[in-house]
């Protein structure tokens, strides 16, 4: 192609600007036919190109797969449909998939925590047809046509479930990660003493009728299963008790007001200086 080719369809200025680029000083032409100042001129000029491809060009590139819809690929799926606090839903999952990552992962309800992921910590007990079960040891497909209720769904039109509002009053908790599963194995744990069911320190078995009255050593029993590694546990039983008999259960602590926390003249003296 001739230089008259190449140059046709520029301007004037555009001419004179191309040619005071690739104008160049011969006598200076290195062993292989290129000066220095010529190839970083027109490596300059190729990188230029560069990133307009990727400016403009690459643009295009990818946004063009964005208009396809996309299709996710699901091992061993099948359809799982039940009730998660009331609301059916209807899912395609992994057979192999928990109940406690479909909560988490697929429906978004993060009240249920993955604690230990082995079944031995309690944070991720949930309620099923009302009785507590592990979600991580739980596979979502034996759900069918189940009931889920998690913490998310205990409270009703705005007010807290009464042992919601019973782990608030005796600060229940403290870093506040077990205490979903804790709350929900509290909740079942009525329902069975209720219904009559015993535990290991439940005393006379074989002639014990009707609901179980629970005392702190039958709450701390069956309330083993889930771990508070804060050590809230005096909290929570009194939490318990309180819901169970229906009877204030006394604080053994109190918020401190403004007098008391702006009067330091009780608090000890520090006279190491």
Sequence with gaps: MTEENQNEGLTEDEKALLSEILSEDVSDLSEFGESRRNFLKQLTMAGGGILAFELFGGQE???SPATQP?????????????????????LS??????????????????????????GQCG???????GKRVLSCLTLAASCSNKSVTTIEGLAKDGELHPMQAAFLKHDG???????????CSAVSLLSEAKDGEVSYVTANVQTSKGAVSLSEEEIRERMSGNICRCGAYPNIVDAIREVHTGKGVAQNWQFVDDNQASNTSDLPKNDNK
């Design 93 to 118: 999952l992994d057979s192999r998939m928990t109940l406690l990552d479909t909560l988490r992962e697929r429906l978004q309800l993060t009240g249920s925590k993955k604690g230990c992921d082995h």
């Design 173 to 183: 908790f403290q870093c506040g990660y077990c205490t979903p599963g804790q709350i």
């Design 61 to 63: 590139l990818l946004a």
């Design 70 to 90: 996309f299709i996710e690929s699901i091992e061993n799926a099948v359809t799982l449909s039940f009730k998660v606090n009331g609301a059916k839903k209807s």
């Design 123 to 129: 944070a991720c007990t949930v309620l099923v047809d």
